[in-house]
């Protein structure tokens, strides 16, 4: 095979380039998950294409409109509730479920302990 020299640097640079580029968020692994997920796991996959459980699957959850992944069945209030996942609905969500969504059909007191709420909210963000 013959390889020009003009032909051999391109080859070079753009293998330097390609090795530099920065990674965009969209390739990053998600976070560990906390050892504080391990209630929320009983009922809530996590895995990209798993099937819901008793609750819905979590995967890519920031961003997504409340009650709206399709094939679970949610209750009135979290369909009509309006809410957009993002930091703060899901910390005021997970610390108290109950009273951010009146009816909601989740069985779940809520997270009280600031760390172990923002080890879990970080997590979920970090599933895309």
Same mark, same amino acid.
């Given at each position: 095979? #013959?390889?020009?020299?003009?032909?051999?640097?391109?080859?070079?640079?753009?293998?330097?380039?390609?090795?530099?580029?920065?990674?965009?968020?969209?390739?990053?692994?998600?976070?560990?998950?906390?050892?504080?997920?391990?209630?929320?796991?009983?009922?809530?996959? #996590?895995?990209?294409?798993?099937?819901?459980?008793?609750?819905?699957?979590?995967?890519?959850?920031?961003?997504?409109?409340?009650?709206?992944?399709?094939?679970?069945?949610?209750?009135?209030?979290?369909?009509?509730?309006?809410?957009?996942?993002?930091?703060? #609905?899901?910390?005021?969500?997970?610390?108290?479920?109950?009273? #951010?969504?009146?009816?909601?059909?989740?069985?779940?007191?809520?997270?009280?302990?600031?760390?172990?709420?923002?080890?879990?909210?970080?997590?979920?963000?970090?599933?895309?």
């Amino acid at each position: 095979m #013959t390889v020009t020299v003009r032909a051999a640097k391109f080859m070079i640079l753009a293998g330097a380039g390609a090795a530099l580029m920065p990674l965009t968020p969209a390739a990053a692994a998600p976070l560990p998950r906390p050892a504080q997920f391990a209630m929320c796991g009983v009922c809530h996959k #996590t895995g990209a294409g798993e099937p819901s459980g008793i609750g819905p699957n979590l995967w890519q959850v920031g961003g997504r409109k409340a009650g709206t992944l399709a094939g679970f069945n949610y209750s009135p209030a979290m369909k009509a509730s309006n809410l957009t996942w993002n930091k703060d #609905t899901l910390s005021k969500y997970i610390a108290a479920p109950a009273q #951010t969504v009146p009816g909601n059909k989740m069985a779940y007191a809520g997270q009280k302990d600031p760390k172990a709420l923002a080890a879990i909210v970080d997590y979920l963000l970090s599933l895309k």
